[in-house]
């Protein structure tokens, strides 16, 4: 009887437990190793998500209970909100906003093949990137029709700023759009490129559910279970083994050798190449070129316990559950962001949040990995600057306050072993992107050692909870190794 292949998952987040369960189902033998005690990494972060994408609940017979719809609501600090929902807003400007997403979201549409298959080489490619470039034209060019694709190539490469100055004129709604194409990321909105940001949150939000984040991580357990993935918290992998530069196994920080004939890193990718791998197995051309992505985090986390549900003037109580979001206009949005440039955090931060009970969770930005005066110095200054801002929209919160958890980009980086805490394991830049991402010579989930692959976030297509880097990347070994 000829012996199962066997691999091993560095890394128990939802994409290597997704690459997992696609691999066992196969017939390989894998087992994934996590170094924290609970599965499901950077799911830990949020009480609920957009849901993994369709293609993968299908495959892995996954069915997840939608929450309730959650909207967006823009904060006005005037008492005048706005309310998103779907293709919708409030206000003069609903028309102009509607005929808006649905481009958008035919332009994000437009991107399928390149986003749910492994990203084409730009030379020397096989049939398997012949037929992705071909999907890819199609869908742009008869997809979109010619007059959309031609609105589409210019506008993808543009900054997010200029392009919501040319279609709306409500400083709040403009604020709000922004927001949502730079969060996570170290960019503005004048930073070119944002538009491709904006496109490719609306390629994972469209259509899909609201889930428990919770939820999630307990039904990829289940299908990797299921599927006869051995799965191992509390196991810290400190090294790849290397044999006749071939990845054989890993060496656990407890100085226990494991052998496979397949390692997937769910790891970022400095995290794998320069600290797992070693620059010894690398050439010296790879070991510079993958030194170089950005990956410095730009957003904090802040958990704020209350003693009471915060008021906020012309909101009622109802929807203090939704979504909220304090950017104001694209002025301030980009004003918070120059701080970030020169390592400080933003003395007028922009920020989202959601209230669960009496528990109010805020992603902050900016608050730059390497603070000028370091976070221990200056996390108490950080906290003070997000109160300041939430008192003028929520009077007498502050006083509120029982306790204030703040988890930096820095925490984030050493609580879930991530080079540099970024929500996406890198810039989610054209030049980070797609056939580029995380670097050439390693796009296609495949590295320059043997038996190696990447299936995190650090791969494509990139961050945010689409499980699809896991799913791309257990097909392309499947197809491959």
Known sequence: MTKARSAIIIGGGHNGLICAAYLARKGLKVEVLEARNTLGGGLALTSSHMSLHASILKDLKIKLTSQAPVKTIALGPDGEHLCFSGNTVDGPEAARYAAFREEYLAYAKALGPLMLNTPPRLK???????????????????????????EFLRVAGMNVYDVLEERFSAP?????????????????????????????????????????????????????????????????????????????????????????????????????????????????????????PRTDGDVARLRLSLKARPTVPGLPDSDLSQRLVIAPDMRT????????????????????????GRTLSINAAYAPLKLKEGWEAGAEGFKAAVLTVLERYAPGLSASVETAELMTPADMAEAFGNAGGHWHHGEMAIDQAFMMRPVHGTAQYETPVAGLYLCGAAAHPGGDITGLPGRNAAKRILRTA
Not at 125 to 149: C, I, S, V
Not at 216 to 226: H, M
Not at 337 to 346: L, Q
């Open 124 to 150: 020397d490619f096989d049939r398997a990137d012949a037929m992705t470039f071909g999907k890819l034209g199609w869908a742009l060019r008869f997809g979109l029709g010619e007059e959309a694709m031609r």
């Open 333 to 356: 949005v980009e004003r918070a962001f120059n701080a970030s440039k020169y390592g400080e955090y933003s003395k007028e931060p922009v920020m989202d949040m959601m209230l669960d």
């Open 172 to 292: 709040l709604l403009k604020g709000a759009l922004a927001y949502d194409a730079i969060i996570g990321c170290h960019v503005g909105p004048r930073t070119p490129n944002t538009v491709l940001n904006f496109l490719m949150r609306l390629f994972h939000d469209s259509g899909q559910q609201r889930v428990s984040a919770a939820a999630t991580t307990s039904a990829l357990e289940e299908a990797a279970g299921k599927a006869g993935v051995t799965m191992k918290c509390g196991a810290k992998v400190a090294s790849i083994l290397v044999q006749s530069d071939k990845a054989v196994g890993v060496t656990l920080d407890t100085g226990e050798a494991l052998r496979a004939d397949i390692i997937v890193s769910n790891a970022d990718a400095k995290t794998t190449f320069l600290d797992l791998l070693g620059t010894r197995h690398l050439d010296a051309l790879f070991a510079h070129r993958i030194s170089k």
